[in-house]
């Protein structure tokens, strides 16, 4: 019984940290086609912004810090 227990909260935090990668990863690509968009574009404002927010996903991948924790900012806030 205490196996099964200890089983399923690995797993959950298993499959929440699968899923929180995933999410990061595409959301790394956008802002990547975002980027690359921007400067096709000459957009210099929307190059910025999206470099600010490209460089500080990327931080947080790094370091390995997690959305909650990072300033208290959602860092899949803004995924349009």
């Known amino acids: 019984m205490r196996f099964s227990i200890l089983y399923a909260l690995a797993l959950d935090t298993y499959i929440q940290m699968v899923w929180e990668r995933a999410v990061r990863k595409y959301r790394i690509e956008q802002l990547q086609q975002q980027v690359d968009q921007a400067l096709d574009n000459q957009d210099l404002e929307a190059f910025y912004q999206h470099?600010?927010?490209?460089?500080?996903?990327?931080?947080?991948?790094?370091?390995?810090?997690?959305?909650?924790?990072?300033?208290?900012?959602?860092?899949?806030?803004g995924t349009n």
């Open 51 to 77: 470099s600010a927010e490209l460089a500080e996903l990327s931080a947080v991948q790094v370091r390995g810090i997690t959305a909650e924790r990072y300033n208290g900012r959602d860092i899949y806030e």
